[in-house]
């Protein structure tokens, strides 16, 4: 199995930046493809940035249409960071740190659904406000 825990959630008014991380410990040395995904109030959790670091892809990154150009996902060993600049009140919400492991991160699956993950973390909390 493989255990997260997010760390760096915060409150702060629109236009401020935040890096979240994420450690990751147990069976890690196979743990190929990570992922942050964000859950708003009333709404359905959405995938927010994906990077994987094999089958070819060796640090290719995937992020949503509403973060692109504003969020950077990054990978140091077992601690995966969210760098999020520019933040608005729609970037309020619970963010997730998510991970798979070997196959699960095999391209033809990536291709079908990059956002589909089978371990999870706990979430961290990011409000901002106007």
């Known amino acids: 199995r493989v255990q997260l825990v997010e760390s760096g959630g915060d409150s702060m008014r629109s236009g401020g930046s935040l890096r979240l991380s994420c450690t990751a410990s147990?069976?890690?040395?196979?743990?190929?493809?990570m992922a942050w995904f964000r859950q708003a109030p009333g709404r359905e959790r959405e995938g927010v940035a994906r990077i994987d670091n094999a089958f070819g892809f060796n640090g290719a990154s995937i992020y949503a249409d509403s973060v692109k150009g504003r969020f950077t996902i990054s990978r140091e060993h077992n601690i995966l960071y969210l760098e999020m600049n520019n933040l608005n009140p729609n970037d309020t919400a619970v963010y997730y740190c998510?991970?798979?492991?070997?196959?699960?991160?095999?391209?033809?699956?990536?291709?079908?659904?990059?956002?589909?993950?089978?371990?999870w973390g706990q979430g961290t909390q990011v409000t901002v406000s106007s």
């Open positions: 998510a991970a798979n492991t070997g196959g699960f991160c095999d391209p033809a699956l990536r291709s079908r659904n990059p956002w589909e993950f089978y371990y």
């Open positions: 147990g069976e890690i040395s196979n743990m190929v493809c």
